[in-house]
């Protein structure tokens, strides 16, 4: 195994909807609580299997205030472009797919700042860090564009 060998992240949402008969969902429920109602009960319906996605900030992602600031955290992270908020359900008989999230409003450096996980890669490795979290937001911004595609393709 080639080790430092960068690879683009999958999307498990993604690949669960190649399978065509497979309702997923990405909620957050701090951004938006009538989308995560609204997935979970739609999940709940589907007569197939369901999978649904959440952002849950832990612990472990460190983010300054503590974890009282987790539903904030949520909320962030889908203003910013971090996670998206979308629905697919393969027995709508109308739309298929639904971006339930908003394009990215900018902040998106600052919401990494803000993860203790984040922060201390720029302290130790300051270029780095700029590098990645550059192209951590250009890809937050095509993946964004590429569901906003994924609205005509699953009409």
């Not at 989308?35 to 299997?49: D, V």
């Not at 393969?90 to 639904?98: C, H, I, R, V």
């Not at 450096?109 to 300051?126: D, K, V």
Request: aromatic fraction near 10%; proline fraction near 4%; include cysteine.
């Amino acid at each position: 195994m080639e080790e430092n060998k960068e690879i683009k992240s999958k999307s498990l949402a993604e690949i669960a909807m190649t399978y065509g008969y497979v309702y997923v969902a990405q909620i957050a429920m701090g951004a938006n609580m009538i989308q995560t109602l609204k997935a979970i009960k739609e999940a709940e319906a589907y007569p197939g299997p369901s999978l649904i996605i959440a952002y849950s900030p832990c612990e472990m992602h460190s983010i300054k205030g503590g974890m009282t600031n987790c539903q904030a955290e949520m909320k962030k992270a889908v203003q910013c472009g971090y996670w998206n908020l979308f629905r697919y359900n393969p027995a709508s008989e109308a739309d298929k797919f639904t971006l339930d999230s908003k394009a990215p409003a900018g902040g998106y450096r600052e919401f990494l700042m803000n993860e203790a996980r984040y922060s201390r890669l720029t302290r130790e490795f300051p270029e780095r860090a700029d590098t990645l979290f550059e192209e951590s937001e250009e890809n937050a911004k095509a993946r964004y564009e590429h569901l906003q595609r994924l609205i005509e393709m699953y009409k």
